[in-house]
Each structure stands twice: as C-alpha cells, then as structure tokens.
C-alpha cells in the first residue's frame, strides 16, 4: 500500500491553467504506475492520464493537446499540468497509484472552472 497525498486544484477560468500535484509515500518502491482519475458531479468516474512502466502515458481525448503528465519515479511523483481548462473540466481529481494487485487513490482535489 501506498499514501497518496495531493496539492493543487482550485477555481479558475476558463482558458487557465492549474497544476497538480501528487506524492506517494509508503510502499513506493512497488509502484509500476501513477497518474489521475477525476469524477463530475452525476458522473462515473473516468481516467485523466495516467503513466504506466513500459507502457508510456495515456490521455483521455478530451484532454489531449491540453493536459500534460510527468512523472518523477526517483521521488514518486506526478504532476499533471493542465492549460486550456474549460468547464467542462470540473470535476474531483484524484491522484492513482498503481503496484502490483492493488490500486491505490488519493482523497481527491476539486477543479472548478468557472467565469
């Protein structure tokens, strides 16, 4: 298991740009994958981006061109920097860690894009 702690999230308008940000503590060294999940209110929840050990990073089309991932295996961290946000984009995020038959979640930052 791991602890997942995440920063960032906020009001912004549309058109703006947030950065968030997540590290990973406990078991870290069994980690394989991070990334982030988010779920809008009456919504499942869906994946954002997500980097995977030997299988590169997946996006969602509908934040491809505008959000980027990075992430930092030495300090077990990702980042995901988002530009372009529109409404659309509000929604929980949270922070996904994935090791070995467990899938771990942070508790979720709010991104609310509003005028």
């Known amino acids: 298991q791991v602890q997942l702690v995440e920063s960032g999230g906020g009001l912004v308008q549309p058109g703006g740009s947030l950065r968030l940000s997540c590290a990973a503590s406990g078991s870290a060294w069994k980690l394989y994958g991070m990334g982030w999940y988010r779920q809008a209110p009456g919504k499942q929840r869906e994946l954002v981006a997500v980097?995977?050990?030997?299988?590169?990073?997946n996006y969602a089309d509908s934040v491809k061109g505008r959000f980027t991932i990075s992430r930092d295996n030495a300090k077990n961290t990702v980042i995901l920097q988002m530009n372009s946000l529109k409404p659309e984009d509000t929604a929980i995020y949270y922070c996904?860690?994935?090791?070995?038959?467990?899938?771990?979640w942070g508790k979720g930052t709010l991104v609310t894009v509003s005028p």
């Open positions: 980097n995977t050990d030997g299988s590169g990073t």
């Open positions: 996904y860690a994935q090791l070995i038959g467990s899938d771990n």
